[in-house]
């Protein structure tokens, strides 16, 4: 079965920086674009940064200039590291996979890892 497993969360102080994993079973990875969304208490899942099977990267503008998203297929795993943290940023982070394929558009999440960024 599919299966994306995030891990790297925790409690950071803002400025500082973490590094999220979501490694994947089950599917092609390679055939998969990946992406990283949060969800913050009483507000909308959003889309913070992704990445295609052709290593194209999307980010949201709160996240540019501080966010890198980046794969290894070879792994199957996608990161995504952050620095320079705010407050603004603690989420539930999740990971997703949407397949590429021609009539397959199976979508895929993780069950999320949680991001407080706290003084």
């Known amino acids: 079965q599919v299966q994306l497993v995030e891990s790297g969360g925790g409690l950071v102080q803002p400025g500082g920086s973490l590094r999220l994993s979501c490694a994947a079973s089950?599917?092609?990875?390679?055939?998969?674009?990946m992406g990283w969304y949060r969800q913050a208490p009483g507000k909308q899942r959003e889309l913070v940064a992704a990445?295609?099977?052709?290593?194209?990267?999307n980010y949201a503008d709160s996240a540019k200039g501080r966010f890198t998203i980046s794969r290894d297929n070879a792994k199957n795993t996608v990161y995504l590291q952050m620095s320079s943290l705010k407050p603004e940023d603690t989420a539930v982070y999740y990971c997703?996979?949407?397949?590429?394929?021609?009539?397959?558009?199976?979508?895929?999440w993780g069950q999320g890892t949680q991001v407080t960024v706290s003084s």
């Open positions: 997703n996979a949407l397949s590429t394929r021609i009539g397959v558009r199976d979508n895929y």
């Open positions: 089950g599917i092609i990875f390679s055939t998969y674009d």
């Open positions: 990445i295609t099977r052709g290593s194209i990267t």
